[in-house]
């Protein structure tokens, strides 16, 4: 039987468990892809910990993962983007996971890879650079602008700098001492967070900066909030509640195939790079993910699969 990486109930690390599955049948408006890579996400481990039951609630056992790239097998009803064969990535149909090897994707999400993009780089795409391709584009950043980006060396802050950077937009990043070789790789300046970290960015920028994108939440974006006056530009992809408090909004994701589209042409253009750290084999997911949840991931961590 297929092979796969899930949980059996809601909590820590202890519930994950490699599965055996029946081959996903496609419904309406999905593909089945046979999976060769895998993006890993926070979104993954929060998922599992049952912080979003409300909102997404699973039957068990379920599978991780929520980014995908392979080869269509199977084409649902309704889907007529997509030939069997065809080289796609896209996000996981809700039900479905990506640390498989085979899954669901939902064809309204997904394009097909240009063949110069490699399946692991393409998995790293529709998540973390979806929603730094989402949140630069809302900020409505301009040349000459700052950007300070609260957590710049997870998969987000790196797609995000890459973009800011390239509208001309001079980027500030926060994080710890040990990302500064890939956040100056970047074109960004490292500050150090921590206490003390909105007194070290004025140190820079005396009169704070145009805007914020938050991708850690809590106590951290408290922190460096009120570096910003037009509070429309404080965004956060982690915290919504914690954004609205100060004034702020989140970020909307578009998810669609077409935006998705764009991304990948950067990246087959060699403008976006997304930075894929680590690749491991699917039997080695747990680990995976664990190096994202420690939160000391830097750029993305990828699950080869095929």
Same mark, same amino acid.
């Given at each position: ?20 599955? %029946? ?171 921590? %206490? ?111």
């Amino acid at each position: 039987m297929p092979k796969a990486y899930g949980f059996s109930e809601y909590g820590g690390p202890e519930v994950q468990t490699v599965l055996d599955l %029946d081959k996903p049948t496609p419904g309406a408006g999905e593909v089945l892809v046979a999976v060769r890579a895998a993006g890993v996400n926070p979104v993954d481990w929060k998922i599992r910990q049952g912080y979003m039951a409300e909102v997404m609630p699973l039957a068990f056992p379920a599978v991780l993962g929520a980014e995908v790239a392979g080869a269509v097998e199977e084409i649902g009803q309704d889907v007529d983007t997509f030939s069997v064969h065809d080289e796609i990535l896209g996000s996981v149909a809700p039900g479905s996971g990506g640390y498989a090897e085979y899954a669901l994707v939902t064809a309204s999400t997904a394009t097909k890879k240009p063949p110069q993009v490699s399946f692991t780089d393409a998995a790293a795409l529709p998540v973390a650079a979806g929603t730094a391709y989402d949140a630069v584009r809302q900020l409505n950043l301009k040349e000459g602008e700052t950007l300070l980006i609260n957590g710049i060396g997870g998969g987000v802050g790196v797609a995000a700098a890459q973009l800011a950077r390239d509208l001309g937009v001079f980027v500030i990043g926060t994080g710890s001492e040990e990302k500064r070789q890939i956040a100056e790789s970047l074109g960004a300046t490292l500050v150090t967070y921590g %206490d003390g970290v909105a007194d070290r960015i004025r140190e820079i920028m005396p009169d704070g900066v145009d805007a914020v994108l938050d991708v850690i939440g809590g106590a951290a974006l408290s922190s460096v909030a009120d570096l910003v006056s037009d509070r429309t530009r404080l965004m956060t992809t982690a915290d919504p509640s914690g954004v609205a408090r100060h004034g702020g909004v989140s970020v909307v994701r578009d998810g669609t195939g077409a935006v998705l589209g764009e991304i990948v042409q950067l990246v087959a253009d060699g403008k976006l790079d997304p930075h894929v750290s680590d690749v491991v084999p699917l039997e080695r997911a747990g680990e995976a993910l664990a190096s994202v949840e420690s939160g000391h991931a830097r750029g993305k961590i990828v699950i080869e699969v095929g």
